[in-house]
């Protein structure tokens, strides 16, 4: 691996995560980045050991009791050890403190499992069962200083015809997740999405 240095931040099970480390050792992302670690914000994430056997390395930095701005100021100082280019959120479910914002202008990207134009919050597949969509999409998009705010820079659509519960969407929906997130790492490495990027950094989020 090599190229630009990536930080993964992860709260569970971590099957984005596994997907972007097999895309950097042997996928799209292949020679364009390197996974330098994963941090996980609960320390019995089963993405932590996920991580390890693929010989990434990954620490827990707890979560719980800490508000947002001191849990941000604990996870710039946990990066910091590892000088990333870019901060992955990979089903990261705490919200990301302006001070983090700022140590990563533009460099931090997010995937939500909805359109974030039509639902922002933690449950976009339960969102979408409750609402007995036919379709729904997965977005990427930076991090910016609201929540689920950022320019987007990649959207998919997921079918649902056949799929109802809960369960059956996520899983249609992470299969496309796990695609379409390194694809998207991979052009944003390029230089695909820079304008954005610089949009961000300068404090002019949005669409
Ligand atoms: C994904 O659906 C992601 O979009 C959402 O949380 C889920 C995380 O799954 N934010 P995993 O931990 O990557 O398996």
Request: hydrophobic content about 40%.
């Amino acid at each position: 691996m090599s190229g630009a240095r990536i930080a993964l931040l992860i709260s569970g099970r971590g099957s984005n995560m596994e997907a972007i480390v097999h895309a950097a050792k042997d996928g799209v992302l292949r020679d364009r980045c390197t996974i330098c670690g994963v941090i996980a914000n609960r320390a019995d994430a089963a993405g932590l050991a996920r991580a390890r056997a693929l010989g990434v390395e990954s620490r827990g930095v707890p979560s719980e009791g800490l508000d947002t701005r001191t849990y941000g100021q604990r996870l710039i100082a946990a990066l910091s050890d590892w000088r990333p280019d870019y901060v992955v959120l990979a089903g990261f479910m705490r919200i990301i403190s302006s001070d983090l914002v700022a140590a990563y202008p533009g460099r931090i990207v997010n995937i939500h499992p909805a359109d974030t134009a039509s639902y922002q919050g933690p449950d976009g597949y339960g969102w979408a069962a409750k609402q007995r969509l036919t379709e729904t999409f997965v977005t990427v998009h930076l991090v910016d200083e609201g929540i689920d705010t950022g320019p987007v820079l990649r959207q998919a659509r997921v079918s649902l015809k056949g799929a109802e519960t809960r369960a059956q969407i996520a899983r249609r929906g992470l299969a496309v997740e796990h695609v379409v997130y390194s694809a998207c790492l991979a052009e944003l490495l390029d230089g695909r999405y820079d304008d954005r990027i610089a949009r961000v950094a300068a404090g002019q989020g949005g669409e």
